[in-house]
């Protein structure tokens, strides 16, 4: 059996950071992800990497971090890291009181620091940048923060890891530790799609599960504790402001309405769970309370087409006693072998998207440590696939022959790779037909995931080419998509529609929640093509003819 | 906020491609936002069934070319070739608002990028600019003999235009066509008023509507010129106006609603037929021969201002003496000049058009008449190149002569 | 500004065919409707009762419809069957919507005691009764032993003939029917859009000569080469559909046949036009562009519905209205802080089971997966009626000259069934009769 150095379990933004980093100092290395990539707190987080304001006076050793990570992010991956400019509107003289003391401290640190600047708005002012806001607001502030989309991060960190020679494995679940006398040895894994179990070799093992690390020690009888933070966002089909909102929410707590895509983010809310991360969901009231919040600062808010809500679950440091918010955000590397006497099994608790690429460093520099060898890290120098120079959309879309539309979508999602994807339609002008009109997704684009960037489900291609995010939550593309999928991996048909209901059963479960306004319309469209024409949900009885 | 500050805001705006809506323009973009993408308004647009291979369609601008607020200028292909007839919208499950739509990326392509509004749009701004009007007027020798010769050959008076003034009640609103090309049409408006004692005048100096203007992408200008002209009536305390019309008749209307003008804009058929009625008219307009009458629907009129218009307009043809009326199936089709299409691609224009004759052809009727100078110009040189044996009238001319025919 | 005899809102196919049958019956009738609902998106086939409560499918509706109504005593089938017997009804009614259909050039085949296996654009079946002639060649019961070549076009999106070949054998072998042979092409033709084509694109392109030429000549040699007995097309036109039926068929000697889609459907845009013409010629006024907003009523009589055009409202007076709205594609139903509402009535709303909906916000409708065995229950919510359609509150008729049909009526879910233009064509057959009664 091969043996590898390391072995990465967790493919979220942490794991596929320490894959690569690892990969890229020269170790064997392989991840395993019992999911998709990012299927974790990482696809179902905000995507905001700037340190926040809040945690430059909390935190400024963390914030300074954040700040430097963001520069890293723009070098390496300038093509999904984007700026917006954010509004906060202040509803109420309390708040204006604490708000107020807060801009002066961070002001006073703007100064030194690389911060973005805070600027005082009239309530004229700020409405007339952003007509959407309440008339009620008494002031405003005005700042921006830079922000990175997860999915496609976590994809191009794994992408790049294989070109270093990791081995990425989606859909593979780690069901044990293979340990031995205080030292693991390798892990025992479940291919997920076709159940198939073995066992893998390796010397060190790198826990970078989030949430699920507790559990993953437990199999080495480590007991781990942290604390698990549930939080939703619901996500509004197209740009409801052009600024991000933020405001006050009704308990007092921070929500905010962040454009992002082509669609709007409202979020969070912080309920911790004491149940396994797996069985968190969002519920009508959170989705209430984020609504009903919002609303004081944007009206209009209510009546926007909600397409979806998710949740995803904080891997927080275990500190008690304080509101989630004012837990430290930063991050712990775990030595197990300091801290339990298990040799070769490394962790990492907290943490943050925004750092992700620091804390593979801080992992790999001990894994270094430990396998003995001296290798600096590299990988904020090295501009992750597509990121590795500017791409023109119009000319993109004459060279191809295709819409500027489906030409920029595709750059603003995968930069310079988009000649790849579009090159592959080159012959076959066919697959230049959209898939997923909302977000102009092309079976070109389609083809090339599932080729080369481990697109093994439609959840995967939904999550690398944005597929199905759109207002019908890929109920009018899914079925076209499964025959993509089901053509490039050889599936059989009863397979690829189980995989088709696999996807829309997963896109229902953020979708019931909340059944609002036109999405009825849509609803109803897409339960008739389904059951009615597609016959989805018939039961095939005793076959005569 | 300084400069400093106003300076950093709109650096960061720029960068990222923000464009700051209105309210108003929030308002119809929070109604396309409802589009099910279900394709249905593909098969009733006439642009996606005469052009092949690059119009999406209206489902293409609903769902997709509208979604990237930041990037508008890539829809620029598209949206200029849209006539804004609104059958998509009339069709779709959720009346999806496209035409609005289209006006609204036309506007943030004109700012976004220039360069990319079609070149013969262009032309027509300046001419704004320059005459006030989107057509060149003729010199006053050409037009006083073309407007004699008009006038003559379909036996109605030439009057004065009666200047509005500080106790007119109406306002009169020809139009550009009217002024500079169909030039009986503005004659005829002035006959048909007059024959009902209408206390109205024509506003002094007045411009453009402003429609050609916001579909080129200029809404700035379009508004301004619009506020100044419902400020200048408003100041002779006038509150109405009327126009013969179909797009000075929707565009006016949606403009008085959206600066808050509180002026009411009818079209003539509207106006006669809410405050006149249908007996008065028939009553007045008694004379002429025996005519086979179909009407074409323009989609200014029964789609943008509203059916009820048109059904005004089928009450009035049906109750003058001596007009048969044909009902036309196809009678609300687009006649393709609509959204400017006609200036800016004649051939797609002219085979929405042949559908439109098609239509006429088979009506069986010897006259159509259409309440907007545009349809009537644009149809009746459909006709003439056809050869076909139909009148073309435009629907304020038709009447004017009911009126003052000598033939009973 | 409007006055008539029976004035319907709502021209999906249940308004169409109370229209149609009020003006039977010699009243004066006008549709008025606002855009477009469910009608224009189904696949253009008429649907009975395909499945059996418990989700199995039926090959005989009127059994379905038997032991549906068992189950659900307030079913709309179970409504109209208190006076006469449900089978003929619905044999009534769609024999009136048949040859409304078919004077417009949209024939049908098929029979009340029988359903059909159809297949679709997604590489799956539908169960349904009544279908277009041009879906005959392919009813699975008419596929045993065949040699099928399932013919797509490069460049039309959402159609992969290859996938939906593979599919169409598999899920004829849950029926028992062996396919000899199931295999897809996509054909090369210049003269179509080389990318993003869509259906409706491609059933204009086919309608005309030329083009039906080319396509006749490639399926003939494509027919040879696979010694085909049997070609399913996405679609076979809009307008021409039976000619070029008729001439591939004569061009490639096999059994050419159209395929069912979801939307946008070409069948079902051929139909709702032909039913259009029909009423129309029986005399009826459509009025597009007028959305029904209010109403004014005395005592337990409507006076007036308030009609919106352009912002400007005007009443309409009637005799007699139907409400013929539908869901909530059709807008009949429409949400209201997060609960259901009847739009223009604002009629109280029933469940399924016929219980009163309390308020119930709508995820409490919803079950946790999208397509449960027993359906959604918001899917079978609407309003309650009597047997000539009256919307009924707790047994007592709300309005004397009100009448529901359609999917706006509670009791089924059509989703579920497999019963929609069924019921929408029941259902408007009764409240047309109905209203001509009760102005007549
Ligand atoms: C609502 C919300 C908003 C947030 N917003 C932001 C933000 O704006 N900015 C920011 O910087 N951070 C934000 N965060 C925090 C951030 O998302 C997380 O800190 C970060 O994504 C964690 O990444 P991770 O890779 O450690 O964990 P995860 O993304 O959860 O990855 C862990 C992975 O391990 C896999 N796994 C679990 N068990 C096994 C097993 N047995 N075998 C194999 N694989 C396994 C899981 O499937 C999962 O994919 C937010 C978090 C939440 C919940
Ligand atoms: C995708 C899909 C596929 C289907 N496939 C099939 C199939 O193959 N076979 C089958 O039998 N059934 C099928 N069905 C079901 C079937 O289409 C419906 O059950 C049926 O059409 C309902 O008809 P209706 O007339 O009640 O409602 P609708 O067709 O929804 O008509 C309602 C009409 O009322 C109008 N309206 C609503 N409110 C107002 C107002 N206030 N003022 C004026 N007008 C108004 C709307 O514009 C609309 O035209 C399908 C449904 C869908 C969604
Ligand atoms: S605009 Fe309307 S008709 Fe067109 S795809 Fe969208 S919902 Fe359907
Ligand atoms: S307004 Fe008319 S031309 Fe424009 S997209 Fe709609 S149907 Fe087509």
Not at chain 1, 215 to 226: D, F, P
Not at chain 2, 300 to 305: A, C, K, S
Not at chain 3, 123 to 135: E, H, P, R, V
Request: glycine fraction near 10%.
């Amino acid at each position: 059996m091969e043996e590898y150095d390391v072995i990465v379990i967790g493919g979220g933004s942490t794991g596929t950071s320490v894959a690569r980093d690892c990969a890229m100092r020269g170790f064997k290395t392989i991840l395993f992800e019992r999911g998709d990539l990012a299927s974790g707190a990482t696809g179902a987080c905000a995507g905001m990497i700037s340190g926040g304001t809040k945690y430059v006076l909390q935190e400024p050793e963390f914030s300074a971090m954040c700040t430097m990570e963001v520069i890293n992010l723009s070098r390496i991956a300038g093509h999904i890291v984007f700026r917006t400019p954010i509004i906060t509107a202040i509803l109420t003289e309390e708040e204006l009181k604490l708000r107020a003391s807060f801009a002066e401290k961070y002001g006073a640190l703007t100064e030194k620091r690389q911060a973005s600047p805070i600027l005082v708005l009239s309530p004229q002012e700020a409405r007339s940048l952003e007509p959407k806001l309440s008339s009620k607001i008494i002031l405003a502030a005005y700042f921006d923060e830079m922000f990175i989309d997860p999915f496609r991060l976590t994809v191009l960190t794994a992408l790049s890891a294989k070109r270093h020679g990791a081995e990425i494995r989606t859909y593979t679940e780690v069901i044990d530790i293979l340990h031995k006398d205080g030292e693991v040895y390798g892990v025992k894994v479940r291919d997920r799609l076709n159940g198939k179990e073995e066992e893998v070799k390796g010397k060190i093992i790198v826990n970078a599960t989030g949430a699920w690390v507790p559990e993953i020690s437990r199999m080495v009888g480590v007991k781990q504790t942290l604390r698990l933070n549930k939080g939703t966002h619901v996500i509004f089909d197209r740009r409801i402001t052009r600024f991000g909102i933020i405001c006050q929410a009704l308990d007092g707590r921070t929500v905010y309405l962040f454009p992002h895509e082509t669609g709007s983010i409202l979020g969070t809310t912080a309920i911790d769970i004491f149940t396994s991360p797996d069985e968190a969901e969002a519920t009508y009231d959170e989705v209430e309370y984020l609504i009903s919040s919002m609303e004081m600062a944007v009206p209009s808010v209510r009546k926007a087409r909600v397409v979806r809500v998710m949740c995803g679950v904080r891997p927080l440091i275990a500190q008690w006693w304080v509101p989630e918010g004012d837990v430290t955000r930063n991050f712990k590397v775990i030595d197990h072998e300091e801290r339990d006497g298990v040799k070769g099994l490394v962790s990492v608790e907290g943490g943050k998207l925004v750092v992700c690429r620091a804390m593979a460093e801080k992992i790999t520099d001990l894994v270094c440590e430990k396998l003995g060898r001296e290798a600096p890290c590299r990988t904020h120098l090295e501009p992750l696939p597509g990121a590795d120079g500017k791409i023109s959309v119009e000319e993109l879309a004459s060279k191809y022959r295709v819409s500027p539309q489906v030409a920029g979508r595709l750059a603003s999602r995968q930069g310079t790779l988009a000649h790849a994807i579009l090159s592959e339609a080159r012959d076959e002008r066919d697959f230049l037909s959209s898939v997923c009109l909302c977000e102009s997704v092309t079976e070109a684009e389609l083809r090339y995931v599932i080729r080369n960037e481990w697109g093994v489900t439609l959840d995967a291609l939904r999550r690398r080419t944005r597929m199905g995010m759109g207002p019908c939550q890929g109920f009018s593309c899914g079925f076209k998509a499964m025959s993509v999928l089901a053509e490039e991996r050889g599936i059989k048909v009863d397979e690829a529609f189980k995989e088709l209901e696999n996807f829309l059963a997963e896109r229902w479960k953020g979708h019931f929640v909340i059944l609002r306004g036109a999405q009825l319309s849509e609803y109803e469209m897409t339960q008739a093509a389904y059951a009615c024409v597609g016959s989805i949900d018939v039961k095939i009885g005793g076959g005569d003819k | 906020m300084g400069k400093k500050e106003i300076d950093h805001i709109s650096r960061i705006l720029a960068e990222e491609k923000i464009v700051v809506f209105s309210p108003y323009e929030d308002e119809i973009y929070s109604e396309i936002e409802k589009c099910q993408n279900c394709s249905l308004c593909l098969a009733f647009c006439p642009v996606f069934e005469v052009t092949d291979k690059f119009y999406p369609g209206p489902r293409g601008i609903a769902d997709e070319l509208s979604r990237d607020v930041r990037e508008f200028w890539r829809a620029s292909n598209i949206v200029y070739m849209c006539t804004l007839c609104g059958q998509c919208q009339e069709k779709c499950p959720v009346n999806a608002p496209i035409p609005e739509v289209v006006v609204l990326l036309r506007s943030k392509i004109f700012v976004q990028r220039p360069d990319l509004v079609p070149e013969e749009l262009k032309t027509l701004l300046e001419n704004v600019s320059k005459y006030g009007y989107i057509f060149e007027p003729m010199s006053n020798e050409e037009r006083g003999e073309s407007l004699k010769g008009r006038l003559e050959m379909i036996g109605l008076p030439l009057t004065k235009d009666p200047p509005l003034e500080k106790g007119s009640k109406i306002a009169y609103f020809p139009g550009c066509q009217a002024e500079t090309r169909l030039l009986d049409v503005k004659e005829a408006g002035k006959l048909v008023l007059e024959a009902f004692n209408v206390n109205y005048g024509i506003p002094e100096g007045w411009k453009c509507c402003g429609l050609p203007i916001r579909l080129i992408g200029d809404s700035a200008m379009a508004d301004e010129l619009q506020r100044g002209f419902f400020e200048k009536i408003k100041e002779l305390g006038v509150r109405e106006v009327v126009t013969t019309c179909a797009g000075c008749a929707s565009e006016l209307r949606a403009a008085a609603k959206h600066l808050g003008s509180g002026i009411h804009v009818r079209h003539l058929i509207e106006f006669l037929f809410e405050e006149v009625g249908v007996d008065v008219i028939s009553r007045k307009a008694c004379n002429g021969g025996n005519v086979k009458v179909a009407l074409h629907e323009p989609c200014h009129l029964g789609r943008h201002v509203g059916r009820y218009v048109v059904a005004y307009a089928e009450r009035i043809l049906k109750a003058l003496p001596n007009v048969n009326y044909a009902g036309m199936k196809g009678a609300d089709e687009c006649c393709g000049a609509g959204g400017l299409l006609k200036f800016h691609d004649p051939t797609v224009s002219a085979a929405i058009r042949s559908r439109k004759l098609d239509v006429i052809s088979k009506s069986g009727a010897g006259l159509v008449v259409a309440p907007c100078p545009l349809c009537t110009v644009n149809i009746s040189e459909g006709v003439a190149r056809r050869k076909l044996s139909v009148g073309i009238d435009d629907f304020t001319v038709f009447l004017a002569k009911r009126i003052y025919s000598k033939e009973v | 500004m409007i006055e008539t005899d029976v004035l319907v809102i709502g021209g999906g196919v249940a308004g169409l065919l109370a229209a149609a049958k009020a003006a039977d019956e010699g009243v004066e009738v006008v549709i008025v409707d606002r855009g477009s609902g469910a009608s224009y998106q189904s696949s253009g086939v008429i649907d009975v009762m395909g499945c059996l409560p418990e989700g199995e499918i039926t090959l005989s509706p009127l059994e379905g419809v038997t032991q549906t109504i068992e189950c659900l005593p307030q079913h709309p089938y179970s409504v109209i069957s208190s006076e006469r017997s449900v089978a003929d009804v619905i044999k009534e009614a769609t024999k009136c919507l048949l040859d409304m259909a078919s004077t417009h050039e949209v024939r049908f085949d098929g029979n009340i005691e029988k359903n059909v296996i159809l297949l679709n654009t997604i590489g799956s079946f539908k169960i349904t009764c009544f279908y277009q002639s041009t879906m005959s060649g392919g009813t699975l019961n008419k596929l045993d032993g065949a040699s099928l070549l399932v013919v797509g076009f490069n460049g039309l999106a959402g159609f992969n003939p290859r996938f939906c070949a593979s599919g169409f054998k598999h899920f004829a072998s849950k029926f028992n029917v062996e396919l000899r042979k199931a295999d897809g092409v996509k054909l090369s033709l210049p003269a179509l859009r080389d990318f993003n084509l869509t259906f409706i694109e491609l059933a204009r392109m086919i309608d005309k000569d030329e083009f039906r030429e080319i396509l006749a000549k490639k399926l003939r040699d494509e027919t040879v080469k696979g010694n085909t007995s049997h070609i399913a097309l996405p679609t076979l036109g809009l307008r021409k559909h039976y000619e070029s039926m008729r001439i591939l068929r004569e061009e490639t000697e096999a059994e050419v046949f159209e395929l069912v889609s979801p939307p946008p459907s070409v069948p079902a845009q051929r139909l709702m036009r032909a039913l259009e013409e029909g009423v129309a010629e029986k005399g009826v006024r459509i009025l597009r562009g007028y959305k029904a907003v209010g109403f004014k009523s005395e005592g337990r009589r409507v006076m007036s519905v308030i009609l919106d055009s352009g912002g400007k409202h005007f009443p309409a007076k009637a005799g007699a209205y139907i409400l013929a709205t539908g869901k909530f594609i059709g807008g009949g139903l429409v949400e209201e802080e997060d609960k259901v509402k009847e739009a223009v009535f604002n009629l109280p709303l029933y469940d399924e089971r016929g219980k009163a909906l309390r308020g119930q916000k709508i995820p409490r409708l919803l079950a946790r997966s999208p397509f449960p065995q027993g359906g959604h229950p918001l899917m079978g919510c609407g309003v309650k009626v009597n047997a000539q359609m009256k919307p009924v509150v707790e047994g007592e008729v709300v309005y004397e000259n009100l009448f529901v049909a359609g999917s706006l009526i509670s009791g089924y879910s059509y989703v579920r069934e497999k019963s929609g233009m069924g019921v929408a064509t029941a259902t408007g057959y009764v409240a047309g009769i109905s209203a001509a009664i009760y102005v007549g």
